[in-house]
């Protein structure tokens, strides 16, 4: 069986809320790529530096470094990795929950992920550099890392 490349997007949003509830923040494009076989499937989820222009001056307060070119390590020009991670139809480990998944099949899934790992394999930097081949081949090495299929350099 041969993987599925699924690349997904989320547009920047403006969900802030007087009513703390319903305060969802703001948010910038996101770029979701996902290598899927089965029941199984791995990702990478990437922020970009684009926001609304609506939210740029809040984000400005709150992140005095935001378009100035003064970026904390691991971050790239803006853009963050915020996640590695891998979807299964079965658990990883004792007591993890099934969730909500709109990856698989089933409707739900066993998830976990680390945003750790991204900023450590500076995928966003390679991303940037290299396109969508070097994202394959590292999710790839994810994959078999993860599932056991091989060895993750």
């Not at 926001?51 to 803006?78: A, C, V, W």
């Amino acid at each position: 069986m041969k993987f599925e490349k699924i690349i997904k997007t989320s547009a920047p949003y403006d969900k802030r809320h007087k009513n703390p509830s319903k305060n969802y923040g703001i948010g910038s494009l996101s770029i979701w790529f996902i290598l899927k076989k089965g029941e199984k499937a791995v990702q990478v989820l990437l922020s970009t530096n684009c926001y609304l222009n609506s939210t740029i001056k809040e984000y400005k307060t709150l992140h005095p470094d935001f378009l100035t070119g003064e970026y904390s390590e691991g971050d790239y020009e803006g853009w963050t990795c915020y996640d590695v991670g891998y979807h299964n139809n079965t658990p990883q480990f004792k007591g993890q929950e099934s969730m909500e998944c709109n990856i698989l099949k089933k409707g739900k899934c066993y998830y976990d992920g680390s945003s750790l790992r991204g900023k450590n394999d500076k995928v966003a930097e390679n991303y940037i550099k290299h396109g969508d081949n070097w994202v394959r081949s590292y999710l790839e090495k994810v994959w078999n890392g993860m599932f056991n299929e091989g060895e993750e350099e």
